[in-house]
Every structure is written in structure tokens, then in C-alpha cells.
T-cell receptor, first 118, second 112 residues
């Protein structure tokens, strides 16, 4: 398996532009997570989905941020309009829980998208 | 709210043992984790421990959990240059079905 795939790996944009980050989870996984990593705040959970349904979006910083999961193999995180303080590395992770018969299941992380907003 | 604290830097000599410490505040944490992040890369799970355990050993890695003090440690025996990375402590309630709360990471620096 190729693991969690994120695109683009690097994104540089100007303040006010719309940014869309993409994630393909590991095939068959039923949970998908979006995290953000900054020097000041470390790694923070933004939102997560179970079977394509958002479960907890309390970590989404503002209405400028939105996330969707239209199907089991694709998710997007959109920032509109982007601001310099959104500059960070955004990670997607996935896990398989349902039907495994046990409660611990590893979250597998993608390589991240480094976003720079000028 | 939930909080996970760890020191930012640890410097050790190659061949020595490294001990990275972490404290957490959420008493309902069920799973505690150690992740490794190499420069420019994602996070790699090193090991995890269930809250009803107090020790777990996996080759060069030993995890100790003091649930009373909410203290977690990771010991890396015979530290090598390849162990140079950022190590994150994390906790969750629901395992793979729950978001992780991370510490800010400990930079492990290996001296020759």
C-alpha cells in the first residue's frame, strides 16, 4: 500500500487566495484526520471524519477553514481566504477501526503539505 | 482542557541511553503514544501503551507509564545517529477512533 497520500507537498500562495489541500487515505480505512503543525502551537487536531461524516470539527480555527470528504478515498481541506498566520504543515492521517475487534488502531500519517502564505 | 508537556531539547552521546519525558493532564487518556518525526517527513508511530500497563519494551525502546503522576517516558537504549529526530508524546481516549493530543515535541540531538 502506498500509505496516506497528500498533495501538494508544498504550496506557496499570497494572502487572500484560496488554498485547497488534498488527502487520499489508506484504502479501506474508515477514519480520516486533519492536523496542523506550527512552531508556536505544535501539532493540533483540526477535524476528523468517520465513514466520510465529520465527527469533531472543534479544532477548525475559523470559518475560513472548511473540510470535506466526498467519498472514502478523498478529502480536502480548504482555506478561503488564506492569511499569513495559516502558514504551517498540514498533515492528514487515517486509521481502520470498524470490524477489527479491538479498540486500538494506529493512525498512519501522510508526509504533510507545507503551506506558506505570503 | 487536555495538555501534554515535554521538554524541547535533549542532547545525548552516541551509545548512551536517551530518556525523553512527558506529562499529561487528561486522566481519561486511554492510549499514550510516542511518535518520531525526521526532518521534512511525517510522523511515524514508534510505540504506544495502554493506560492499564506500566511498562512496555520493544527492542531498544522502553516505555514507562506512571498513571498516578500522569508521567510517560521513552528510553532509547544505545542511541545512534539515526535516532536524531523530534519525538512527540501524544494521548487519546479512543485509540484510532479519536484525535490525538500531542506535546510540542522533544528534539533529540546526538553527540558523537
Amino acid at each position: 500500500d502506498a500509505g496516506v497520500i497528500q498533495s501538494p507537498r508544498h504550496e506557496v500562495t499570497e494572502m487572500g487566495q484560496e488554498v485547497t489541500l488534498r488527502c487520499k487515505p489508506i484504502s479501506g480505512h474508515d477514519y480520516l484526520f486533519w492536523y496542523r503543525q506550527t512552531m508556536m502551537r505544535g501539532l493540533e487536531l483540526l477535524i476528523y471524519f468517520n465513514n466520510n461524516v465529520p465527527i469533531d470539527d472543534s479544532g477548525m480555527p475559523e470559518d475560513r477553514f472548511s473540510a470535506k470528504m466526498p467519498n472514502a478515498s478523498f478529502s480536502t481541506l480548504k482555506i478561503q481566504p488564506s492569511e499569513p498566520r495559516d502558514s504551517a504543515v498540514y498533515f492528514c492521517a487515517s486509521s481502520l477501526v470498524q470490524g477489527t475487534g479491538h479498540s486500538y488502531n494506529e493512525q498512519f500519517f501522510g508526509p504533510g503539505t507545507r503551506l506558506t502564505v505570503l | 482542557g487536555e495538555d501534554v508537556e515535554q521538554s524541547l531539547f535533549l542532547s545525548v552521546r552516541e551509545g548512551d541511553s536517551s530518556v525523553i519525558n512527558c506529562t499529561y493532564t487528561d486522566s481519561s487518556s486511554t492510549y499514550l503514544y510516542w511518535y518520531k518525526q525526521e526532518p521534512g517527513a511525517g510522523l511515524q508511530l514508534l510505540t504506544y501503551i495502554f493506560s492499564n500497563m506500566d511498562m512496555k519494551q520493544d527492542q531498544r525502546l522502553t516505555v514507562l507509564l506512571n498513571k498516578k503522576d500522569k508521567h510517560l517516558s521513552l528510553r532509547i537504549a544505545d542511541t545512534q545517529t539515526g535516532d536524531s529526530a523530534i519525538y512527540f508524546c501524544a494521548e487519546s481516549i479512543g485509540g484510532g477512533a479519536d484525535g490525538l493530543t500531542f506535546g510540542k515535541g522533544t528534539h533529540l540531538i546526538i553527540q558523537p
